[in-house]
């Protein structure tokens, strides 16, 4: 299936937003690949073994013009838990789900730049928590690596056509914010917006990225987050 674009945790409240963005106003042919929903593909980000779906679908992408040109990975999960929450098993789920898939799949993407060389712009949604930190100290690092891993491509892949950077969003209201319970009302506070995110403010961010922001905009972090963080 060709397409124009690619968004990785498509069902998600903000890949979804970012979906509806790239049809709706830009009139994109997407791609949607997440672990269910209304999806082209289903594949399970916590499940990296050699003969799972998500081995599989990167094995479908190797090779010349197979990705797309505009590039979106939104694919994360947030439990909310101090690090003494954390089991083994949860700790490696949200590490394999929120970063070692996305540096799996960043070696599919370049492999592609080296072979076919054309123009692809990626954008990776991150995390304040990753400058901030934040209760979650696992989901926090999961989402710095993600920081780190787009620098090294802009830095490393620009010569061969690939434009990489990252929005990183406060708190949004999305399905995943539920977590955040009675602090809600805090970060509201702190927030000097006096709010959440909406998701379609992020996903503009995202496609503003893709579509229309100069090539000097090069491994930098876009923060959409109400004045949160100020760097």
């Known amino acids: 299936m060709s397409a124009d674009a690619l968004v990785v945790g498509a069902a998600g409240g903000i890949g979804g937003a970012v979906v509806d963005m790239l049809r709706d106003d830009r009139g994109a042919t997407v791609r949607t690949v997440d672990r269910a929903g209304e999806v082209d593909v289903a594949v399970d980000l916590s499940d990296l073994s050699h003969d799972s779906a998500y081995s599989r679908w990167l094995a479908s992408l190797e090779g010349p013009h197979v990705i797309p040109p505009l590039v979106v990975w939104t694919a994360a999960v947030y439990d909310r838990r101090p690090p003494e929450g954390y089991d083994d098993a949860r700790l490696q789920h949200v590490i394999d789900v929120n970063l070692t898939s996305f540096l799996r799949f960043a070696a599919v993407l370049a492999r592609a730049q080296l072979v076919d060389g054309i123009a692809r712009r990626l954008v ?5 928590a990753a400058v901030a930190g934040g209760t979650d100290a696992v989901y926090a690092a999961s989402k710095a690596g993600l920081v780190a891993a787009v620098k090294s491509l802009a830095r490393e892949h620009r010569s061969l056509g690939l434009v990489a950077n990252v929005v990183s969003p406060g708190p949004t ?17 702190t927030i000097p917006l006096g709010r959440f ?8 961010a995202v496609v ?18 109400g004045g949160l963080v100020r760097r």
């Open 124 to 128: 990776v949604v991150g995390s304040q």
């Open 173 to 189: 209201d999305t399905p995943m914010a539920a977590v955040m319970g009675d602090r809600r009302e805090h970060y509201e506070d």
């Open 197 to 204: 995110n909406d998701a379609a403010e992020v996903a503009a």
């Open 208 to 225: 503003w990225l893709l579509c229309s922001a100069p090539d000097a905009i090069l491994g930098t972090v876009v923060d959409v987050d």
